[in-house]
Protein backbone atom coordinates (compact mmCIF):
# COMPACT_ATOMS: atom_id res chain seq x y z
CA UNK A 1 0.00 0.00 0.00
CA UNK A 2 3.00 2.50 0.86
CA UNK A 3 4.33 2.09 -2.63
CA UNK A 4 0.20 2.98 -4.13
CA UNK A 5 0.63 6.30 -2.16
CA UNK A 6 3.58 6.85 -3.21
CA UNK A 7 2.98 6.49 -7.12
CA UNK A 8 -0.56 8.58 -6.09
CA UNK A 9 1.49 11.69 -4.54
CA UNK A 10 3.77 11.32 -8.09
CA UNK A 11 0.97 11.57 -10.34
CA UNK A 12 -0.37 14.56 -8.61
CA UNK A 13 2.76 16.64 -8.33
CA UNK A 14 2.80 15.73 -12.41
CA UNK A 15 -0.45 16.94 -12.47
CA UNK A 16 0.02 20.26 -10.48
CA UNK A 17 3.35 20.72 -13.28
CA UNK A 18 1.73 19.59 -16.61
CA UNK A 19 -2.42 19.33 -15.79
CA UNK A 20 -2.17 19.02 -19.69
CA UNK A 21 -1.26 15.25 -19.35
CA UNK A 22 -3.76 14.39 -16.95
CA UNK A 23 -7.06 16.09 -18.49
CA UNK A 24 -9.65 13.99 -19.41
CA UNK A 25 -10.20 13.45 -22.75
CA UNK A 26 -13.08 10.97 -21.68
CA UNK A 27 -15.78 12.06 -19.74
CA UNK A 28 -18.94 10.13 -18.56
CA UNK A 29 -22.73 11.50 -18.80
CA UNK A 30 -26.03 10.79 -16.88
CA UNK A 31 -27.39 8.83 -19.56
CA UNK A 32 -24.08 6.94 -20.27
CA UNK A 33 -25.22 3.36 -18.44
CA UNK A 34 -27.97 0.91 -18.91
CA UNK A 35 -31.20 0.94 -16.85
CA UNK A 36 -34.29 -0.83 -16.90
CA UNK A 37 -37.16 1.72 -17.68
CA UNK A 38 -34.88 5.10 -18.28
CA UNK A 39 -36.81 7.98 -19.63
CA UNK A 40 -34.02 9.27 -20.75
CA UNK A 41 -35.19 8.93 -24.89
CA UNK A 42 -38.24 10.50 -23.59
CA UNK A 43 -37.49 13.69 -21.52
CA UNK A 44 -38.49 16.00 -24.41
CA UNK A 45 -41.75 14.50 -24.18
CA UNK A 46 -41.65 15.08 -20.49
CA UNK A 47 -40.12 18.88 -20.38
CA UNK A 48 -42.28 19.67 -23.48
CA UNK A 49 -45.38 19.11 -21.25
CA UNK A 50 -44.54 20.56 -18.28
CA UNK A 51 -43.57 23.59 -19.83
CA UNK A 52 -46.86 23.56 -21.42
CA UNK A 53 -49.12 22.68 -18.81
CA UNK A 54 -47.65 23.87 -15.70
CA UNK A 55 -46.72 27.26 -14.60
CA UNK A 56 -44.24 28.97 -12.24
CA UNK A 57 -42.17 25.76 -11.21
CA UNK A 58 -39.50 26.38 -9.05
CA UNK A 59 -38.78 23.12 -6.77
CA UNK A 60 -39.05 19.48 -8.67
CA UNK A 61 -38.98 16.54 -6.71
CA UNK A 62 -37.75 12.82 -8.84
CA UNK A 63 -39.15 10.45 -6.13
CA UNK A 64 -38.17 6.81 -7.68
CA UNK A 65 -34.87 9.02 -9.50
CA UNK A 66 -32.89 5.80 -10.92
CA UNK A 67 -30.28 7.06 -12.62
CA UNK A 68 -31.46 10.64 -12.62
CA UNK A 69 -32.05 11.27 -15.69
CA UNK A 70 -35.62 12.56 -15.66
CA UNK A 71 -34.23 15.23 -12.69
CA UNK A 72 -31.35 15.99 -15.21
CA UNK A 73 -33.76 17.59 -17.24
CA UNK A 74 -34.98 20.15 -14.64
CA UNK A 75 -31.66 21.07 -13.44
CA UNK A 76 -32.23 24.81 -13.68
CA UNK A 77 -35.04 24.32 -10.79
CA UNK A 78 -34.03 23.15 -7.38
CA UNK A 79 -33.86 19.68 -7.16
CA UNK A 80 -35.13 17.13 -4.78
CA UNK A 81 -34.27 13.08 -5.84
CA UNK A 82 -34.64 9.75 -4.04
CA UNK A 83 -34.03 6.21 -4.81
CA UNK A 84 -34.57 3.76 -2.73
CA UNK A 85 -30.90 2.15 -4.06
CA UNK A 86 -27.97 2.94 -2.40
CA UNK A 87 -25.94 3.00 -5.66
CA UNK A 88 -28.54 5.32 -7.48
CA UNK A 89 -28.18 7.79 -4.22
CA UNK A 90 -24.43 7.58 -4.79
CA UNK A 91 -24.73 8.91 -8.53
CA UNK A 92 -27.37 11.59 -7.33
CA UNK A 93 -24.96 12.54 -4.98
CA UNK A 94 -22.48 13.05 -8.14
CA UNK A 95 -25.14 14.79 -10.72
CA UNK A 96 -26.74 17.13 -8.70
CA UNK A 97 -25.22 17.45 -4.97
CA UNK A 98 -24.34 21.31 -4.18
CA UNK A 99 -21.19 20.30 -1.77
CA UNK A 100 -17.93 21.44 -3.32
CA UNK A 101 -15.02 18.95 -4.54
CA UNK A 102 -11.70 19.55 -6.12
CA UNK A 103 -11.65 18.24 -9.57
CA UNK A 104 -7.69 18.21 -9.69
CA UNK A 105 -8.25 15.37 -6.95
CA UNK A 106 -11.02 13.44 -8.86
CA UNK A 107 -8.34 13.35 -11.98
CA UNK A 108 -5.74 12.30 -10.15
CA UNK A 109 -7.20 9.53 -8.59
CA UNK A 110 -8.96 8.61 -11.89
CA UNK A 111 -5.84 8.93 -13.36
CA UNK A 112 -4.36 6.34 -10.71
CA UNK A 113 -6.86 4.04 -11.27
CA UNK A 114 -6.70 3.45 -14.94
CA UNK A 115 -3.01 2.96 -14.20
CA UNK A 116 -2.83 0.43 -11.42
CA UNK A 117 -0.84 -2.64 -12.60
CA UNK A 118 -2.58 -6.42 -12.04
CA UNK A 119 -3.21 -6.43 -8.38
CA UNK A 120 -4.23 -9.24 -5.51
CA UNK A 121 -7.31 -10.90 -5.06
CA UNK A 122 -9.85 -9.79 -3.44
CA UNK A 123 -13.52 -10.09 -2.23
CA UNK A 124 -14.53 -9.11 -5.80
CA UNK A 125 -12.42 -11.51 -7.76
CA UNK A 126 -13.32 -14.80 -5.32
CA UNK A 127 -17.00 -13.78 -5.51
CA UNK A 128 -17.25 -12.53 -8.96
CA UNK A 129 -14.15 -13.79 -11.03
CA UNK A 130 -15.33 -14.59 -14.78
CA UNK A 131 -18.74 -13.97 -14.19
CA UNK A 132 -20.00 -11.01 -14.96
CA UNK A 133 -16.22 -9.44 -15.91
CA UNK A 134 -13.09 -11.40 -15.56
CA UNK A 135 -10.92 -11.97 -12.78
CA UNK A 136 -8.37 -9.22 -13.08
CA UNK A 137 -10.84 -6.45 -13.86
CA UNK A 138 -12.83 -7.94 -10.71
CA UNK A 139 -9.25 -7.26 -8.75
CA UNK A 140 -8.99 -4.28 -10.22
CA UNK A 141 -12.23 -3.17 -8.99
CA UNK A 142 -12.29 -4.56 -5.50
CA UNK A 143 -9.05 -2.91 -4.78
CA UNK A 144 -10.05 0.89 -6.72
CA UNK A 145 -13.34 0.19 -4.22
CA UNK A 146 -11.86 -0.41 -1.15
CA UNK A 147 -9.26 2.42 -1.21
CA UNK A 148 -11.80 4.87 -2.20
CA UNK A 149 -13.32 3.51 1.19
CA UNK A 150 -10.02 3.92 2.80
CA UNK A 151 -9.58 7.48 1.70
CA UNK A 152 -13.66 8.31 2.51
CA UNK A 153 -12.60 7.12 5.99
CA UNK A 154 -9.09 8.68 6.65
CA UNK A 155 -10.99 12.19 5.24
CA UNK A 156 -8.75 12.82 2.39
CA UNK A 157 -11.46 12.91 0.30
CA UNK A 158 -15.18 14.27 1.21
CA UNK A 159 -18.52 13.13 0.82
CA UNK A 160 -18.96 14.25 -2.66
CA UNK A 161 -15.47 13.50 -3.96
CA UNK A 162 -16.60 9.39 -2.81
CA UNK A 163 -19.82 9.38 -4.20
CA UNK A 164 -18.37 10.83 -7.84
CA UNK A 165 -15.30 8.46 -7.80
CA UNK A 166 -18.00 5.85 -6.89
CA UNK A 167 -19.72 6.73 -9.84
CA UNK A 168 -17.50 6.86 -12.07
CA UNK A 169 -16.56 3.00 -10.94
CA UNK A 170 -20.26 1.86 -11.44
CA UNK A 171 -20.51 3.37 -14.66
CA UNK A 172 -17.00 1.78 -15.59
CA UNK A 173 -18.61 -1.92 -15.06
CA UNK A 174 -21.86 -0.96 -16.41
CA UNK A 175 -19.73 -0.45 -19.43
CA UNK A 176 -17.61 -3.90 -19.83
CA UNK A 177 -20.39 -6.26 -17.50
CA UNK A 178 -20.46 -9.62 -19.31
CA UNK A 179 -24.75 -8.94 -19.45
CA UNK A 180 -27.35 -7.28 -21.84
CA UNK A 181 -27.92 -4.54 -19.37
CA UNK A 182 -28.86 -5.85 -16.02
CA UNK A 183 -27.22 -8.54 -13.27
CA UNK A 184 -30.09 -11.36 -13.06
CA UNK A 185 -27.75 -13.64 -15.04
CA UNK A 186 -24.39 -13.21 -16.78
CA UNK A 187 -23.62 -14.14 -20.39
CA UNK A 188 -21.80 -17.72 -20.51
CA UNK A 189 -19.04 -17.30 -23.02
CA UNK A 190 -19.11 -13.69 -23.25
CA UNK A 191 -16.33 -12.03 -21.73
CA UNK A 192 -14.23 -10.23 -23.69
CA UNK A 193 -11.42 -8.93 -21.21
CA UNK A 194 -11.61 -5.36 -22.11
CA UNK A 195 -10.15 -3.70 -19.00
CA UNK A 196 -12.15 -1.66 -17.16
CA UNK A 197 -11.42 2.35 -17.56
CA UNK A 198 -12.81 4.82 -15.26
CA UNK A 199 -14.22 8.09 -16.85
CA UNK A 200 -14.44 11.08 -15.63
CA UNK A 201 -18.29 12.40 -14.90
CA UNK A 202 -19.48 15.26 -16.44
CA UNK A 203 -21.32 17.70 -13.87
CA UNK A 204 -22.69 20.18 -14.13
CA UNK A 205 -21.13 23.21 -12.76
CA UNK A 206 -24.60 25.69 -12.09
CA UNK A 207 -26.27 23.15 -9.66
CA UNK A 208 -28.40 25.30 -7.42
CA UNK A 209 -27.52 25.35 -4.04
CA UNK A 210 -30.45 24.17 -2.50
CA UNK A 211 -30.55 20.88 -3.97
CA UNK A 212 -31.51 17.67 -1.72
CA UNK A 213 -30.22 14.09 -2.52
CA UNK A 214 -32.39 11.31 -0.64
CA UNK A 215 -32.52 7.73 -0.23
CA UNK A 216 -35.80 6.90 1.33
CA UNK A 217 -38.79 4.98 0.86
CA UNK A 218 -40.86 7.43 -0.88
CA UNK A 219 -44.14 6.57 0.60
CA UNK A 220 -42.48 8.13 3.59
CA UNK A 221 -40.46 10.73 1.96
CA UNK A 222 -43.48 12.93 0.87
CA UNK A 223 -44.77 13.41 4.30
CA UNK A 224 -41.44 15.49 4.51
CA UNK A 225 -40.80 17.42 1.72
CA UNK A 226 -42.97 19.79 -0.67
CA UNK A 227 -42.35 20.52 -4.66
CA UNK A 228 -43.89 22.59 -7.20
CA UNK A 229 -43.75 19.80 -9.39
CA UNK A 230 -43.58 15.77 -7.95
CA UNK A 231 -42.65 13.60 -10.56
CA UNK A 232 -43.43 9.99 -10.57
CA UNK A 233 -42.05 6.33 -11.87
CA UNK A 234 -42.38 3.71 -9.47
CA UNK A 235 -41.37 -0.06 -10.99
CA UNK A 236 -44.72 -0.96 -12.33
CA UNK A 237 -44.26 -4.40 -12.72
CA UNK A 238 -42.80 -7.79 -10.71
CA UNK A 239 -39.17 -6.94 -11.34
CA UNK A 240 -37.46 -6.16 -8.91
CA UNK A 241 -34.38 -3.63 -9.10
CA UNK A 242 -32.22 -4.56 -6.45
CA UNK A 243 -32.30 -8.27 -8.35
CA UNK A 244 -31.59 -6.74 -11.64
CA UNK A 245 -28.48 -4.70 -10.36
CA UNK A 246 -27.79 -6.30 -6.97
CA UNK A 247 -23.92 -6.26 -7.96
CA UNK A 248 -23.48 -2.54 -8.67
CA UNK A 249 -25.79 -2.06 -5.02
CA UNK A 250 -22.71 -4.73 -3.70
CA UNK A 251 -20.18 -2.55 -4.92
CA UNK A 252 -21.78 0.49 -3.88
CA UNK A 253 -22.54 -0.26 -0.09
CA UNK A 254 -19.28 -2.30 0.32
CA UNK A 255 -20.40 -4.37 3.11
CA UNK A 256 -18.80 -7.87 1.11
CA UNK A 257 -21.80 -9.71 2.44
CA UNK A 258 -21.73 -13.62 1.46
CA UNK A 259 -23.49 -14.39 -2.29
CA UNK A 260 -25.29 -17.13 -3.83
CA UNK A 261 -26.57 -18.72 -6.95
CA UNK A 262 -25.24 -18.66 -10.54
CA UNK A 263 -25.49 -14.57 -10.65
CA UNK A 264 -24.03 -14.36 -6.91
CA UNK A 265 -26.68 -12.42 -5.54
CA UNK A 266 -26.60 -10.94 -1.98
CA UNK A 267 -28.95 -11.05 0.33
CA UNK A 268 -31.42 -8.55 -0.59
CA UNK A 269 -35.14 -8.72 1.60
CA UNK A 270 -34.61 -5.64 3.06
CA UNK A 271 -34.45 -3.71 -0.64
CA UNK A 272 -37.47 -5.18 -2.57
CA UNK A 273 -40.08 -2.74 -3.29
CA UNK A 274 -43.44 -3.27 -2.42
CA UNK A 275 -44.13 -1.22 -5.69
CA UNK A 276 -42.98 -5.04 -7.38
CA UNK A 277 -45.83 -6.54 -5.22
CA UNK A 278 -49.62 -7.59 -4.94
CA UNK A 279 -49.41 -4.29 -2.54
CA UNK A 280 -48.73 -1.77 -5.04
CA UNK A 281 -52.16 -0.06 -5.46
CA UNK A 282 -52.11 0.31 -2.16
CA UNK A 283 -48.78 1.92 -1.79
CA UNK A 284 -49.43 4.17 -4.65
CA UNK A 285 -52.55 5.26 -3.61
CA UNK A 286 -50.87 6.41 0.08
CA UNK A 287 -48.43 7.74 -2.10
CA UNK A 288 -51.01 10.40 -4.01
CA UNK A 289 -52.52 11.33 -0.96
CA UNK A 290 -49.83 12.33 1.21
CA UNK A 291 -47.80 14.52 -1.30
CA UNK A 292 -47.66 17.68 -0.76
CA UNK A 293 -47.50 19.71 -4.84
CA UNK A 294 -49.44 22.03 -7.09
CA UNK A 295 -48.58 19.26 -9.92
CA UNK A 296 -48.08 15.71 -9.89
CA UNK A 297 -46.87 13.47 -12.76
CA UNK A 298 -46.56 10.39 -12.93
CA UNK A 299 -45.28 7.98 -15.88
CA UNK A 300 -46.97 4.98 -16.96
CA UNK A 301 -46.91 2.68 -19.90
CA UNK A 302 -49.43 0.26 -21.87
CA UNK A 303 -47.52 -2.73 -21.00
CA UNK A 304 -50.76 -4.64 -19.64
CA UNK A 305 -50.20 -7.79 -20.78
CA UNK A 306 -47.83 -7.37 -23.57
CA UNK A 307 -45.26 -9.04 -21.93
CA UNK A 308 -44.55 -12.21 -19.59
CA UNK A 309 -46.09 -12.22 -16.41
CA UNK A 310 -43.29 -10.62 -14.75
CA UNK A 311 -43.22 -7.60 -16.56
CA UNK A 312 -47.03 -7.24 -16.66
CA UNK A 313 -48.29 -4.08 -14.50
CA UNK A 314 -49.24 -4.34 -10.99
CA UNK A 315 -51.00 -0.83 -10.78
CA UNK A 316 -53.80 -0.48 -13.34
CA UNK A 317 -54.53 2.19 -15.31
CA UNK A 318 -57.95 2.86 -14.28
CA UNK A 319 -56.51 3.06 -10.28
CA UNK A 320 -53.95 5.62 -11.34
CA UNK A 321 -56.79 8.06 -12.35
CA UNK A 322 -59.06 7.40 -9.76
CA UNK A 323 -56.10 8.10 -7.34
CA UNK A 324 -54.92 11.10 -8.78
CA UNK A 325 -58.67 12.46 -9.67
CA UNK A 326 -59.44 12.61 -6.04
CA UNK A 327 -56.08 14.63 -5.48
CA UNK A 328 -57.16 17.30 -8.20
CA UNK A 329 -58.10 17.78 -12.43
CA UNK A 330 -55.70 14.86 -14.41
CA UNK A 331 -54.78 15.20 -18.21
CA UNK A 332 -53.34 12.08 -20.55
CA UNK A 333 -50.48 12.40 -22.53
CA UNK A 334 -49.48 9.48 -25.07
CA UNK A 335 -46.30 9.12 -26.62
CA UNK A 336 -44.95 5.81 -29.01
CA UNK A 337 -41.81 4.65 -27.76
CA UNK A 338 -40.00 1.16 -27.51
CA UNK A 339 -39.10 0.31 -23.83
CA UNK A 340 -35.78 -1.14 -23.39
CA UNK A 341 -36.24 -4.95 -22.55
CA UNK A 342 -34.03 -8.06 -21.81
CA UNK A 343 -34.32 -8.65 -25.87
CA UNK A 344 -37.00 -11.35 -25.08
CA UNK A 345 -39.74 -9.79 -25.28
CA UNK A 346 -41.28 -8.34 -28.80
CA UNK A 347 -43.60 -5.57 -27.69
CA UNK A 348 -45.56 -3.79 -30.21
CA UNK A 349 -47.92 -0.61 -29.91
CA UNK A 350 -45.73 0.73 -26.72
CA UNK A 351 -46.89 4.02 -25.49
CA UNK A 352 -45.72 5.71 -22.76
CA UNK A 353 -48.30 8.30 -20.92
CA UNK A 354 -48.02 11.01 -19.16
CA UNK A 355 -50.50 11.46 -16.14
CA UNK A 356 -50.49 15.49 -14.82
CA UNK A 357 -52.67 16.40 -11.95
CA UNK A 358 -53.12 19.84 -11.16
CA UNK A 359 -54.01 19.42 -7.08
CA UNK A 360 -56.57 21.19 -5.74
Not at 3 to 22: M, T
Not at 210 to 237: G, M, R, S, T, W
Request: net charge neutral; charged share 25%; proline share 3%.
Amino acid sequence: MAIVEKDLANLGNIQKEKRDLFTFAKTTKINNRRYLGNKYKLLPFIKTIVEKECSDIRVVADIFAGTGAVASAFSDKTLITNDSLYSNYLCHLTWFCPLPFSPLKIETLLSFYNQIPSMEDNYMSECFGDTFFDVENCKKIGFIREDIENKARTQQINTRERAILLTSLLYAMDKIANTCGHYDAYRKGGLENKPIELLLPLISDSLNENNQCFHEDANELVKKIEADLVYIDPPYNSRQYCDAYHLLENIARWEKPHVTGVAKKMERTNLKSEYCTNNASTAFGNLINDITARYILVSYNNMANKGNDRSNAKIKEEYILENLSQKGSVKVFKHSYKPFTTGKSDIKNHEERLYLCKCK
